[in-house]
């Protein structure tokens, strides 16, 4: 069954800048809308980006407006995150996920997104 791997999360200081990166173990990506979440210590998951299948649509949580950046290439089967001003409370496991039902931008509702990732760890120092 394919699965979803995210990579490139680590430990960074406050300000600092990461990338992260979700594939599909085989098979290429659908025409599926895509999107980022995270889940820090003690909190409920929570929607940080989301983004149509074509790339031409994004929508973002308004924690991470103007310093996150999704984005895909399809014909690389992957998907982005771009995180610069990184704060410490951004601090929290994040996870791609796809919603397999519908190619137009993912919205926040994870109960839309029927496959997700193991996520990665991204810690922010202060």
Known sequence: QVQLVESGGGTVQEGGSLKLSCAPSRRTFGRYAMGWFRQA?????????????????????????????ISRVNAKNTLYLQMNSLKPEDTAVYYCAADRSRSVVGGARQDLYDLWGQGTQVTVSS
């Open 41 to 69: 210590p003690g909190k409920e998951r929570e929607f940080v980006a989301g983004i149509s299948w074509s790339g031409g649509t994004t929508t973002y949580a308004d924690s991470v407006k103007g310093r996150f950046t």
